[in-house]
């Protein structure tokens, strides 16, 4: 039986993707910085775990926890959106923390294992955003690239023992708790200069006659990413996500 690591499964992409992998008989280990049993199915076959991904101590810990894993995935993230001019460096840093730091030490933590194994896989939940550009999240934006960057130069380096490495890049979804999880870090949204901006921002975040991603597109592409080895390093999860890529090709 194999088994998958999740970082941020209290919710979105990172509980419907346990949801998936339990449903296809695997053990699963569901990471949250305060652990729910009552979000996901009962099952033998899970478990749930603290984690702050930055906290290198819990870091250690979670990781000792679970033990042999044949596949990471980062997802745990927060949101900010704020004028890029107006956005603390206090909050810049907050972003990077978790998004790109957390990320990379998770990364860090199990590669010694996968590496001596000669095997294991490392999905990374990235953004469409770092292919298409829109305003008021230049600092969330920025840190998905750097995770985009930082998967594709280790990939490199762990091919040749047997590991490998992907990036799935969701599109807007209304299914996340992207806008709750960003309020403590909006900043500068009532700026004069800036009303106009905002105001299209918004509107486009809760359009939903435009195509979306469902957090069962995320699932599926971590799934493809996780155990198909002829998958592409970066995967889109969405129809909005999938229309971007096509036009980056």
Known sequence: MKTVMITGC?????LETARYFLARDWRVVATMR????????????????A???????SVRKAVEAAGAIDVLVNNAGIAAASPAELTPMATVREVFETNTFGTIAMTQAVAPQFRQRKAGVVVNVSSSVTRTVYP????????KAAVNAFTESMAIELKPFGVRLRLVLP???????????????????????YVGIVQKFFAMMGDTSSPLTHAQDVAEAVWRAATDPSSPMRIPAGADAEAAAAEAR
Do not use: C, K, W
Not at 136 to 143: E, K, N
Not at 174 to 187: A, P, Q, V
């Open 171 to 193: 599109g807007r979804s209304l299914e996340t708790n992207f806008g709750e999880n960003g309020r403590s870090h909006m900043h500068g949204l009532d700026h004069e200069a």
């Open 10 to 14: 209290s919710s979105g992409f990172g």
């Open 51 to 57: 984690l702050d991904v930055t906290d290198p101590e």
């Open 136 to 143: 008021l999240i230049a600092a969330y934006s920025a840190s």
């Open 34 to 49: 305060t652990p729910r049993l009552d979000v996901l199915p009962p099952s033998d076959r899970l478990s749930v775990l």
